[in-house]
């Protein structure tokens, strides 16, 4: 689905899958990934993780006339606009540039700023950029970030909200009713993230089996639970 997806974009600019400036790679999800190579297939530009990222990039050169050939250059006139658009919907400017494991820039904010744009982008008004982009994450959740990951179970659940996880356990997510809670792992570990926003939000109220299930992870010994991960607030 998400492969068909990128390939979509791409042939709707009119576009090779060659343009596609994501590093080889095979897909992120465990089964996926395993039945992928069991098939044969190859670390490739598309099946890496940011290739729909990319593909929507290349179209949005596309469409303004832009050169597809330096994307992801911070000064190409692509990530000069995404980076303004980071600065509106956070209220802060961009503290750092640096480089995602995609090769695509990385703006660096603060947490309060990125909980306020995920903010903003779900209470926007439906007719606006911001509000076309909420309602495609309510209508196609798996396209956020995989089809059984976390991130799409949250969404399922709460018909409305906005969120996405990031590289090196950053995570932010924006409620139905405009809460929104942004969080980063210190050093990075991915299996703390979604337990730590899972128990955020319950603090904030929020309930259902969903979070408690994410926010209370069991620990296997032997193939038995002997244990679970806990938020330490």
């Not at 090779?16 to 992928?36: I, K, V």
């Not at 409305?160 to 996880?165: F, L, Q, R, S, T």
Request: proline share 8%; net charge negative.
């Amino acid at each position: 689905m998400h492969l068909e997806g990128v390939r979509e974009i791409l042939d709707g600019a009119g576009l090779p899958e060659s343009a596609l400036q994501t590093p080889p790679d095979y897909p992120l999800g465990g089964p996926t990934r395993d039945a992928y190579v069991a098939a044969g297939g190859k670390p490739s530009s598309v099946a890496m993780n940011c290739s729909g990222k990319h593909a929507g990039m290349l179209a949005t050169c596309v469409a303004n006339g832009w050169p597809i050939e330096t994307y992801r250059d911070p000064d190409h006139p692509l990530q000069r606009r995404i980076a303004d658009e980071l600065v509106e919907l956070t209220g802060y400017e961009v503290t750092a540039v640096g480089v995602d494991g995609c090769g695509a820039p990385l703006l660096g904010t603060t947490l309060i700023g990125l909980a306020r744009a995920f903010r903003r982008i779900q209470q926007a008004p439906s007719d606006s950029p911001p509000g076309a982009v909420a309602e495609a994450i309510g209508a196609f959740p798996a396209y956020v970030s995989g089809s059984d990951r976390d991130e799409a179970t949250l969404l399922r659940s709460f018909p409305g909200a906005v969120a996405k996880g990031g590289a090196e356990a950053c995570y932010a997510v924006a409620m139905p009713d405009g809460s929104a809670v942004a969080l980063k792992i210190g050093d990075g570990g991915g299996r703390a993230r979604a337990v730590v926003m899972a128990a955020a939000l319950q603090r904030l109220g929020f309930d259902g089996p969903v979070l408690e299930e994410l926010a209370h992870p069991a620990v296997l010994g032997g193939g038995e639970r002997i244990g679970e991960i806990r938020a330490a607030f």
